[in-house]
């Protein structure tokens, strides 16, 4: 079963273009099979795989060979986990300047394309990212009726066009349509995952998942083998998620020593483990504006890190769930994300920077029964020309401004 990604549409627009294509993400998030699904429907395409050890010798050993098997009569050339290709970049840089094809590569590392292809291709390629599904993209895999139903909603709230509400209306909460997305939060948005049924099958696919990381990007890239320090520094963030960043905390946890400890937090951020978001400030005396949060690229992923399958109302962390639901939607729809604390501990989750340049906050609520907090009170006296919204499970009436959990 094919589930059309948002990404596609993009990668169409510019297969006619001359950059050669980089799609980049964890794996088991997509890449291949929505490339795939790309390349049957053109003519004159062919697709090649690194994880071949027999194709890969042909590319770096005999590239003239190489190019006489799958360049010379196509059109289009995919190439499937190109990381493993250590001399890929200076190649393609050869075929690309002589060579007269449409070039698509994949990799499950940006740390790895980086090092191994993109510094040799700097003008003549284009990156994109690719994540585990958006909640979008969950619903059309689960029940498209739902997927109708949510852009109804996202219509008629117009959460990031309108910064007035044209409404007073309390949105309505569809109970099946907030099931999955509580399904959604629990197991993430693997696309295997999303597609498995049985939900003790979902919990081992997750913890497969992570395992094969650490085989695949943790020892064949960074060639550890006391990746345990890196076990430890993950299940750290699991547990600080939401939360500033404590480095001398996160050392004495994992063991690595703050210069290795930046340098393994860029590892994971480099391969779609983690985001970190910077605080949004003006003042630096007033306002926090160094330590970071980090933020799981997928929910399922973390509640798989911490063995924590739990429903909604048996978790202790349940807030915490719902704000890293809500920051990886944001950053699975490439909104610059933040945000805001001062030095006396106000806090507000999210400050989103639109690209129609507007720029908003959100704060996310389990139970919303009062809009007006320290907190909200604060960041208005800093930024009295920025609107508050807010994502909530269960709402008090008579509450504008606020949201469906999934609405975003």
Not at 195 to 209: D, M, P, T, V
Request: charged fraction near 25%.
């Amino acid at each position: 079963m094919y589930i059309k990604r948002n990404l596609e549409d993009t990668i169409l627009q510019y297969l006619n273009a001359p950059e050669i294509i980089a799609i980049v993400g964890a794996r088991q998030s997509g890449k291949t099979t929505m490339v795939q699904h790309i390349i049957e429907r053109l003519d004159l395409a062919v697709s090649v795989s690194f994880d071949d050890q027999d194709i890969l010798g042909m590319f770096e050993n005999r590239t003239k060979d190489f190019i006489a098997t799958y360049i010379k009569g196509n059109k289009y050339l995919f190439i499937d986990e190109f990381q493993y290709a250590k001399n890929g970049g200076k190649i393609l840089k050869k075929i690309y300047d002589t060579e007269k094809i449409k070039i698509i590569i994949s990799g499950s590392s940006v740390a790895d394309l980086t090092i191994h292809a993109i510094r040799y291709l700097v003008g003549r390629i284009l990156i994109f990212d690719i994540y585990p599904f958006n909640f979008e993209e969950f619903l059309l895999a689960k029940d498209e009726n739902y997927l109708k139903l949510l852009k109804e909603y996202k219509k008629k709230l117009d959460i990031f066009n309108a910064i007035d509400l044209k409404t007073s209306e309390q949105p309505l909460i569809d109970p099946t349509l907030q099931a999955y997305y509580e399904e959604y939060l629990i197991f993430g948005g693997y696309p295997r995952v999303v597609l498995e049924k049985n939900f003790e099958f979902k919990k081992n696919l997750l913890k497969n998942i992570y395992n094969t990381y650490f085989l695949r990007e943790v020892r064949d890239v960074l060639g550890l083998i006391d990746d345990y320090k890196l076990n430890k520094l993950i299940k750290g963030l699991a547990l600080q998620v939401g939360n500033l960043m404590e480095y001398i905390e996160l050392s004495n946890l994992s063991g690595y020593s703050y210069p290795s400890l930046k340098k393994y937090l860029n590892f994971l951020e480099k391969t779609y483990i983690c985001r970190f978001i910077k605080p949004f400030y003006k003042n630096k005396r007033t306002e926090v504006v160094k330590n970071p949060k980090a933020y799981f690229l997928d929910t399922g992923l973390r509640n798989a890190v911490l063995n924590d399958f739990r429903m909604l109302t048996e978790r202790v962390d349940k807030g915490v769930l719902l704000e890293n639901g809500l920051a990886m939607q944001f950053i699975k729809s490439e909104i610059e994300l933040h945000f805001w604390r001062d030095k006396k501990k106000n806090e507000l989750d999210f400050i989103l920077l639109l690209k129609d340049g507007n720029i908003i906050g959100i704060e996310s609520k389990s139970y919303l029964k009062n809009i007006e907090t320290y907190s909200t009170k604060a960041f208005n006296r800093f930024y009295p020309n920025i609107k508050i919204y807010f994502s909530f499970v269960t709402i008090d009436k008579n509450i504008k401004n606020a949201y469906p959990i999934y609405a975003f």
